[in-house]
């Protein structure tokens, strides 16, 4: 019976590890929808698709691409295997800068170390050791880009981790991309501008809200969350801050005794 003991070792890097999403088959390359087909597995959406979802803040273009990536390498030896890791992970930053004309980096993140033991009945010595490299990739999304051209972005992420997938699929465990999305780099610098915006809103409430008896005021804040963002679209990042205050009446002044 085949004995696997995992390692994991604590990494440092700009990025967490991620497990890979479930295989979808599509019938389109580009796009965020899956679509349920009998064509073979080897098909499989790369994009960012269109959300309906319209509750925001504050609506952004996105400035980066974030692609997921992980190079798997099996050898006889856990430094053998690692090197291998190492080789991979270097052509893969040199295809990603030649599929996007420079646009894209690529920060490993994660180590995980897999003894393969023996066979038999008893545990034994391994007989190979798997590596796995966690990995992301940022592509730069310039001001000046349109939506064309940050589609072309896409379609040659696409076409790259396509033809990573027909590697695989020779029996080379090697390089998988998936999990691809837009985001704001620095959402921070957006804080300012969202705080005004709820502050609008929350004038706005009061004068409708309030009466000359019981005028409304603001009471109280609890200090700022972090800003949330989630993607709308290619070209679309909502962003919104959780903010926590109470609005009501200010107390009567005490009546002063005569």
Known sequence: MRLTAILSLLCV????????????PSLSLGSGYATASSEPAHFAATGV????ELEAGLVVRPDALIMDARV???????????ALAQITTTELAARLQQATSGAATFTPCGTKVTPVGG?????????????????????????????WKRSALVAALAELADRYRADKAAADKSVL??????????????RGKLTEIWVQRAR???????????PLVLLDCAPPGDIAQKERSLEEVALSLSVSCRL???????????
């Not at 706005?204 to 019981?214: D, G, L």
């Open 49 to 52: 698709g269109m959300s309906r």
């Open 248 to 258: 009501g009446s200010p107390k009567a002044a005490p009546a002063v005794a005569r």
């Open 72 to 82: 798997e390498k099996e050898a006889p030896t856990a430094a053998q295997a690692l």
């Open 177 to 190: 991309l998936h999990n691809t999305r837009v985001v704001v780099k620095n959402p921070e610098t957006y």
């Open 119 to 147: 066979r038999g009945k008893v545990a034994g010595p391994s007989e190979a050791f798997d590596v796995t490299i966690e990995g992301r990739i940022e592509v730069a999304l310039a001001p000046e880009l349109d939506y």
């Open 13 to 24: 890097g700009a990025c967490a590890a991620s497990q890979p999403e479930p295989y979808r």
């Open 204 to 214: 706005a409430f009061a004068a409708a809200a309030q009466t000359h008896e019981a």
